[in-house]
Nanobody
Framework: EVQLVESGGGLVQPGGSLRLSCAAS????????MTWVRQAPGKGLEWVSD???????TYADSVKGRFAISRDNAKNTLYLQMNSLKSEDTAMYYC??????????WGQGTQVTVSS
């Protein structure tokens, strides 16, 4: 059974940092691209970043230069280091496994709130 469990969210002041984790199980983690997607209150899903098995990373323009995605294949864990956080980064953050067509498995999400 595929499971994705996010953690690391919380309340942080503008300009602060957080590191999100996504613990994966039930599939051969190192063989799959993984992604982070977020949903702000009252808005739709927004793609944030993804990382291919080759460790090639891509980012949305809104987070480029502030966020860094990484993966530890030995720990079956995906990370998202978020720096210089802004109020507009407030959202529920989800990790997802990239399947043959789209994202085939999602975690339950972790809430990030950026507020003074």
């Amino acid at each position: 059974e595929v499971q994705l469990v996010e953690s690391g969210g919380g309340l942080v002041q503008p300009g602060g940092s957080l590191r999100l984790s996504c613990a994966a199980s039930g599939f051969f983690f190192s063989s799959y691209a993984m992604t982070w997607v977020r949903q702000a209150p009252g808005k739709g899903l927004e793609w944030v970043s993804d990382m291919k098995p080759s460790d090639t990373a891509t980012y949305a323009d809104s987070v480029k230069g502030r966020f860094a995605i990484s993966r530890d294949n030995a720990k079956n864990t995906l990370y998202l280091q978020m720096n210089s956080l802004k109020s507009e980064d407030t959202a529920m953050y989800y990790c997802a496994k990239v399947g043959t067509i789209g994202y085939d498995f999602w975690g339950q999400g972790t809430q990030v709130t950026v507020s003074s």
